[in-house]
């Protein structure tokens, strides 16, 4: 059974940064792309960053671009964002998802394996 287990969120102001990491553990046949994801409380699931896993290609949302870096660390099977310059609008549940194959990287369809949150919430 393939788990993920996120940690990091909290409560901050505008300006702080806050790093989110997600641990995976489990047999999984492979990890193409590891990705965050974020819900806002009435709004649809968005996709905010991605890490292709082999060659550490790495994708971003418009709105988070130049704020927020999306790393892993292979040995302890662990992706972290780190967000910096957080805002009020990036207040969100954010989860992270395993894709096992290649696909579109901000289509959440591709991700099989899901943790169960971690709330950021930024005060203004």
């Known amino acids: 059974q393939v788990q993920l287990v996120e940690s990091g969120g909290g409560l901050v102001q505008a300006g702080d940064s806050l790093r989110l990491s997600c641990a995976v553990s489990?047999?999984?046949?492979?990890?193409?792309?590891m990705g965050w994801f974020r819900q806002a409380e009435g709004k649809e699931r968005e996709f905010v960053a991605a890490?292709?896993?082999?060659?550490?290609?790495?994708y971003y949302a418009d709105s988070i671009k130049g704020r927020f870096t999306i790393s892993r660390d292979n040995a302890k099977n662990t992706v972290f964002l780190q967000m910096n310059s957080l805002k009020p609008e990036d207040t969100a549940v954010y989860y992270c998802a395993l894709a096992p194959n290649s696909g579109r990287y901000s289509d959440a369809n591709i991700y099989d394996y899901w943790g169960q949150g971690t709330q950021v919430t930024v005060s203004s």
């Open positions: 890490i292709r896993w082999a060659f550490l290609n790495t």
């Open positions: 489990g047999r999984h046949f492979r990890t193409y792309f």
